[in-house]
């Protein structure tokens, strides 16, 4: 399998990426592509590399993406991962800078060049990037084998009452690869919110005695310790990107169903809301695998194993 994450890391991005670097070579992992979402695109860049640099893997290239959603203005979520993103968890400074090439430009020639192999794309933040990639080139979609992406949910929201924040961020991007014809894995809400950082799992990521036990730790406290995440969820935090690169190290986390998606983009009310036809209702292309269950001990199993692994 090739693979490339696109993210805007993000203390739950920065968790998935530790699992994709412990459980993937570079000749798997082909890169890291940035975007704006939780944080501006510069600030995630430099996260990025930072991680890099905290798994002794800074070879894996890291390419900037866009600033700016497709056609709307950026709304950030520094109030969930801090200023600098990371929640002030300390990841080495980057010895390396990103490459010189830009996010869209490097998929497009990624998917151009490797139209025999088919590349998967996991998708940790707004669909800006893959995107735009699709609305300039939509033949490329036949080059992904699939997009595993973390964003929306079936009936309720983490920003608005029914949108979650990498949908709502970049509706338009959300409904081109929506509608893109490429295999979609979705892990929304539905499934991030049934695995919770529970006292006695962070004490077995702290028992690996690594400094990425204690870095996931301080991530996922962080989060943990808002208002809004201990008044839904007193017994710890939700590690919502952690699921689609543990989906990669294995596919049995979670199940779930072919059903069709779309995304609300005109609707001030509801905008960036997933429409999920959980009822299969709707007659209209079945053009999603949305998963609705997972096994939530075998999610933190693989965050100690990467724990012990980096
Ligand atoms: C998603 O939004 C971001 O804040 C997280 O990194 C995650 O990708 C959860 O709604
Ligand atoms: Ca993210």
């Not at 036949?142 to 929306?152: S, T």
């Not at 295999?183 to 539905?190: E, F, I």
Request: with cysteine; charged share 20%; net charge negative.
């Amino acid at each position: 399998m090739k693979f490339i994450i696109d993210t805007d890391p993000g203390t739950d991005d920065a968790v998935a990426i530790l699992i994709a670097l412990a459980h993937f070579t570079d000749d798997e992992l082909l890169a890291l592509t940035t975007v704006s979402g939780n944080v501006n695109v510069d600030v995630g860049t430099r996260n990025a590399l930072r991680i890099l640099e905290h798994s002794n893997r800074n070879n894996i290239p890291v390419y900037k993406g866009e600033a700016t959603p497709l056609s709307r203005d950026l709304l950030t979520a520094e109030w969930v991962h801090g200023t600098d993103g990371l929640n002030g968890v300390e990841f080495p400074e980057p010895s390396k800078s990103e490459e010189p090439l830009g996010a869209v430009d490097y998929i497009t020639h990624l998917l151009q060049k490797n139209s025999q192999e088919k590349i998967t794309i996991c998708v940790l933040g707004p669909m800006t990037n893959i995107g735009k990639v699709l609305i300039q080139n939509p033949e490329l979609a036949e080059n992904i084998e699939k997009i595993i992406f973390m964003g929306g949910g079936a009936g309720f929201g983490n920003h608005t009452p029914v949108a979650e924040f990498n949908v709502l961020v970049d509706p338009e991007a959300a409904k081109i690869v929506l509608n893109s014809g490429v295999k979609l894995v979705m892990m929304g809400l539905d499934v991030t919110h049934q695995a919770i950082s529970t006292k006695e799992r962070l004490n077995k990521i702290l028992e690996t005695g690594t400094v990425t036990g204690q870095h996931i730790v301080g991530l996922m406290s962080s989060l943990a310790e808002l208002d809004v995440v201990k008044e839904k969820f007193p017994d710890g935090t939700p590690v919502h990107d952690a699921f689609v690169t543990a989906y990669l190290v294995d596919n049995t986390l979670t199940t779930g169903e072919l059903t069709n998606v779309e995304v609300e983009v005109d609707s001030d009310l509801t905008l960036g809301q997933t429409v999920v036809d959980t009822n299969h209702i709707s007659g209209r292309n079945k053009n999603v695998f949305w998963m609705n269950k997972v096994d939530d001990n075998k999610l933190f199993e693989i965050i100690k194993n990467t724990a012990s692994k980096i």
